[in-house]
């Protein structure tokens, strides 16, 4: 059975710093590109970022580039999302999604999600 | 940037009824275009993937069709279990991006 568990959310301050992690399970992870999808409270989905099998390439919203770095550990079967410079309009649940089909480059359609984790950014 | 244009936003229809949502695209994406179900409190839920193919194990009641610019979803008979938000997502490849249409909240009339 797939499973993706985030963990990693809280409160941050503005400015601050969150890492935020995916454990997947019940899938060959290194096979399929991931993606990491937000949602802020009462709002609509917004894709943040996504990663490839290898990792070798990245793709990120023009409202978190620069800011935010998702990476992935195959040996560890984990996602993650290092979230620096963290801004009030971050406040969101995130999620990690993993594609539909295996050996594409990007998530085109994801099938899975985690459950999310939130991200508070407030002073 | 492609910009997707859902509607309606909301809409309040009796069980057993036809439900119709469309999601412009503001230049042709071809036919990659999804469609999520999102329960309150839970993730969103692949229902149709590239237009019009059914995800497996999602009940046939749902539908979905259209290319390039224009994409149709719909419901042939509503069920109580359907109330939730629908969105529809498009996947560009130059640079890679998803871009999701702001949601469809369905009630049950």
């Known amino acids: 059975e797939v499973q993706l568990l985030e963990s990693g959310g809280g409160l941050v301050q503005p400015g601050g710093s969150l890492r935020l992690s995916c454990a997947a399970s019940?899938?060959?992870?290194?096979?399929?590109?991931m993606s990491w999808v937000r949602q802020a409270p009462g709002k609509g989905l917004e894709w943040v970022s996504a990663?490839?099998?290898?990792?070798?390439?990245?793709y990120y919203a023009d409202s978190v580039k620069g800011r935010f770095t998702i990476s992935r550990d195959n040996s560890k079967n984990t996602l993650y999302l290092q979230m620096n410079s963290l801004r009030a309009e971050d406040t969101a649940v995130y999620y990690c999604?993993?594609?539909?089909?295996?050996?594409?480059?990007?998530?085109?359609?994801?099938?899975?999600w985690g459950q999310g984790t939130l991200v508070t950014v407030s002073s | 940037d492609i910009q997707m244009t859902q509607s309606p936003s909301s809409l309040s229809a009796s069980v057993g009824d036809r439900v119709t949502i469309t999601c412009q695209a503001s230049?042709?994406?071809?036919?990659?275009l999804n469609w999520y179900q999102q329960k309150p409190g839970k993730a969103p839920k692949l229902l149709i993937y590239?237009?019009?193919n059914l995800e497996t194990g999602v009940p046939s009641r749902f539908s979905g069709s259209g290319s390039g610019t224009d994409f149709t979803f719909t419901i042939s008979s509503l069920q109580p279990e359907d109330i939730a938000t629908y969105y529809c997502?498009?996947?560009?490849?130059?640079?890679?991006?998803?871009?999701f249409g702001q949601g469809t909240k369905v009630e049950i009339k």
């Open positions: 997502q498009q996947y560009d490849n130059l640079p890679p991006a998803w871009t």
């Open positions: 999604a993993k594609d539909q089909s295996s050996n594409r480059v990007v998530v085109v359609a994801a099938d899975y």
């Open positions: 990663i490839s099998g290898s990792g070798g390439s990245t």
């Open positions: 230049q042709d994406i071809s036919n990659y």
């Open positions: 019940g899938f060959t992870f290194s096979s399929y590109a």
């Open positions: 590239d237009a019009s």
